[in-house]
């Protein structure tokens, strides 16, 4: 009887330990033991779940960061200056044709030059009554010589301005290639810029050749009226009436026979 019961209190005493060690782990579901290592899967979701908003926010940063760097190439390429300047040929185009008009003949570009030359050669005393025949006739050539040398200035700057067109098309052909390839806003307004000067460079040579033409047609009319009025002095020098014919005696021979 005793090996019984020594046998029963010791399954008994088994059962009892059994249950004791199951019990821990009937009380807290979530967690579970693996060698002494508790594993808690709600933890680790919420883990996972904040390494992943932490990963959302660097990369978040990330896409900040490269939008601002765009945003300052950006901004560099807006500020970056025109590497090409035409001001130069621009330039050297204008004196070209400012010293063809400063080589005017006779009347200079002066309006005290010529308010000299319309009072000696022009007005209305260049052929007074007190002038010579002699003075007459040099003032008449005087103004013929200022009617063609105005003519040839003329001619001279006109011949300038054409000698532009060729350096001003190639002045535009490189503006405009510079415009169409400008990597920013202060480049392709750099670009516009020296096109405008340009075109200011061709006005100024227009300005000129309609300035050496009017020059030309105003001498050739002053000629004309001059000449109208110096014509007028010839005509009543002619027809006014002289001394005449007056008799008197005369020697055939030296020796009175």
């Known amino acids: ?12 005493a088994a059962l009892f330990t059994a249950t004791a060690g199951v019990l821990p782990m009937l009380a807290t579901p979530a967690q579970a033991q693996f060698g002494g290592i508790v594993f808690d899967p709600t933890n680790y979701a919420q883990n996972v779940l904040t390494a ?4 959302q926010q660097i990369n978040n940063q990330i896409t900040s960061l490269q939008n601002e760097a765009t945003m300052l190439i950006n901004q560099a390429r807006n500020l970056a200056s025109l590497p090409y300047s ?3 040929q621009l330039q050297q185009s204008v004196q070209r044709t400012q010293q063809l008009l400063q080589q005017a003949q006779g009347i200079a570009y002066n309006v005290q030059n010529i308010d000299q030359a319309f009072r000696t050669n022009y007005g209305a005393g260049s052929a007074s009554m007190s002038a010579s025949d002699q003075q007459l006739v040099a003032q008449a050539r005087d103004r013929w010589n200022n009617t063609v ?5 003329a001619m001279r700057v006109q011949a300038g301005v054409v000698g532009n067109i060729d350096t001003n098309r190639t002045q535009m052909s490189a503006l405009v290639g510079q415009s169409q390839g400008a990597t920013g806003a202060l480049q392709a307004t750099q670009a516009g810029n020296q096109l405008l000067a340009l075109q200011a460079q061709q006005l100024a040579d227009l300005t000129a050749v309609v300035s050496a033409n009017g020059r030309a047609q105003a001498l050739a009319g002053a000629e004309r009226a001059a000449a109208v009025e110096q014509g007028r002095e010839q005509r009543r020098r002619f027809l006014t009436p002289g001394s005449g014919y007056q008799p008197g005696n ?3 021979f030296q020796n009175g026979n």
């Open 1 to 12: 009887m005793k090996p019984r019961r020594s046998r029963g209190v010791r399954l008994a």
């Open 250 to 252: 005369a020697r055939m």
């Open 52 to 55: 992943a908003r932490a990963l």
């Open 86 to 88: 035409s001001l130069q």
């Open 149 to 153: 040398n105005g003519l040839q200035d």
